[in-house]
């Protein structure tokens, strides 16, 4: 068991609980959370939730027990598949099902793990569990994502994703028509004021814009593809979701769970169709492109002959 005594900074007069913790000590929003559903933390002897406010002038008492940092377990997932590979990047294919890094809660197989089950070295760069990762997928979203294999490489990528160099390409089948059927979506996201699992519009969070036009409409639902300009978590669900045009399949954010069954979904239609970037050893634009899976085409099926 850990503990610490602290005052609460002017900075963090009125930030809620979890939030000002998770700042101070440098834990995770959801371990912070955590903590104080424990009942770890205590504002001047009383014992305090996670939603309640942080004041100046008090003294903040923290008590928690660490936890195991998630490793990463070589494992053999046959679906994902390696589209290019040399001695800086590798770009890979990412199926539905798995994450991208080992992380608290996930017991399912990661894009590192698959990675280390296949014979594949990355670069040790950043936290352990998340060595050569330079961005993410969700594990419910398919498609491309680009590797670090070496340290030079991921300073590289990681600079240029930081300063939105990157093209990131998606396509998305979202519910209904977007009105206008072309446009940016210019909203902050941050967590969710309700759910730890979660993401929102909200006017605390980090800017955020997402770009989007038509490919085809149908009868329930429009296909779209998606330029993102930042890369926030969740960041095409929720932007969809407050346009009130959710991904299909997407529950979490809003679809509608009959069409959902109907079309055989049991996640968002989402896919990395494309991904490109300038190649941090050879200083060339290279671009990579992605085939629909099987579950997303046979949803697709479905709504085009509707």
Same mark, same amino acid.
């Given at each position: 068991?850990?503990?610490?005594?602290?005052?609460?900074?002017?900075?963090?007069?009125?930030?809620?609980?979890?939030?000002?913790?998770?700042?101070?000590?440098?834990?995770?929003?959801?371990?912070? &959370?955590?903590?104080?559903?424990?009942?770890?933390?205590?504002?001047? %002897?009383? *014992?305090?939730?996670?939603?309640?406010?942080?004041?100046?002038?008090?003294?903040?008492?923290?008590?928690?027990?660490?936890?195991?940092?998630?490793?990463?377990?070589?494992?053999?997932?046959?679906?994902?598949?390696?589209?290019?590979?040399?001695?800086?990047?590798?770009?890979?294919?990412?199926?539905?099902?798995?994450?991208?890094?080992?992380?608290?809660?996930?017991?399912?197989?990661?894009?590192?793990?698959?990675?280390?089950? &296949?014979?594949?070295?990355?670069?040790?760069?950043?936290?352990?569990?998340? &060595? %050569?990762?330079?961005?993410?997928?969700?594990?419910?979203?398919?498609?491309?994502?680009?590797?670090?294999?070496?340290? &030079?490489?991921?300073?590289?990528?990681?600079?240029?994703?930081?300063?939105?160099?990157?093209?990131?390409?998606?396509?998305?089948?979202?519910?209904?028509?977007?009105?206008?059927?072309? %446009?940016?979506?210019?909203?902050?996201?941050?967590?969710?004021?309700?759910?730890?699992?979660?993401?929102?519009?909200?006017?605390?969070?980090?800017?955020?814009?997402?770009?989007?036009? *038509?490919?085809?409409?149908?009868?329930?639902?429009?296909?779209?593809?998606?330029?993102?300009?930042?890369?926030?978590?969740?960041?095409?669900?929720?932007?969809?979701?407050?346009?009130?045009?959710?991904?299909?399949?997407? *529950?979490?954010?809003?679809?509608?769970?009959?069409?959902?069954?109907?079309?055989?979904? *049991?996640?968002?239609?989402?896919?990395?169709?494309?991904?490109?970037?300038?190649?941090?050893?050879?200083?060339?634009?290279?671009?990579?492109?992605?085939?629909?899976?099987?579950?997303?085409?046979?949803?697709?099926?479905?709504?085009?002959?509707?």
């Amino acid at each position: 068991m850990e503990s610490r005594t602290l005052p609460v900074p002017d900075g963090l007069d009125g930030s809620r609980v979890d939030a000002g913790i998770a700042k101070l000590l440098g834990f995770s929003r959801t371990f912070a &959370a955590e903590v104080v559903e424990a009942g770890g933390v205590s504002v001047d %002897g009383r *014992t305090v939730g996670k939603s309640d406010k942080l004041h100046r002038d008090t003294w903040l008492s923290v008590e928690w027990s660490p936890r195991e940092e998630p490793s990463i377990v070589p494992v053999v997932v046959p679906e994902l598949e390696v589209v290019y590979d040399d001695d800086s990047i590798i770009v890979i294919d990412k199926p539905v099902g798995v994450a991208a890094h080992p992380s608290v809660g996930w017991t399912g197989p990661t894009v590192l793990g698959a990675l280390a089950g &296949a014979g594949y070295r990355v670069a040790t760069s950043g936290a352990a569990e998340r &060595a %050569g990762i330079v961005h993410r997928l969700d594990a419910g979203t398919s498609g491309l994502m680009v590797v670090a294999k070496s340290e &030079a490489a991921y300073t590289w990528l990681k600079r240029a994703f930081h300063d939105r160099e990157v093209d990131k390409i998606y396509h998305a089948l979202v519910q209904g028509h977007p009105d206008p059927f072309s %446009g940016t979506i210019d909203a902050p996201i941050g967590r969710h004021p309700k759910s730890d699992w979660k993401f929102a519009v909200t006017a605390a969070g980090k800017p955020s814009i997402t770009h989007y036009e *038509t490919l085809e409409a149908f009868r329930a639902a429009t296909l779209l593809e998606v330029h993102l300009e930042t890369g926030r978590t969740h960041q095409i669900r929720v932007h969809m979701a407050a346009q009130r045009h959710p991904c299909v399949g997407d *529950t979490m954010y809003g679809a509608d769970p009959i069409l959902s069954a109907r079309l055989g979904l *049991t996640r968002q239609w989402l896919h990395a169709m494309r991904l490109g970037f300038i190649h941090p050893e050879t200083r060339e634009y290279v671009s990579f492109e992605s085939r629909y899976p099987a579950d997303l085409r046979h949803a697709l099926d479905i709504v085009e002959n509707d």
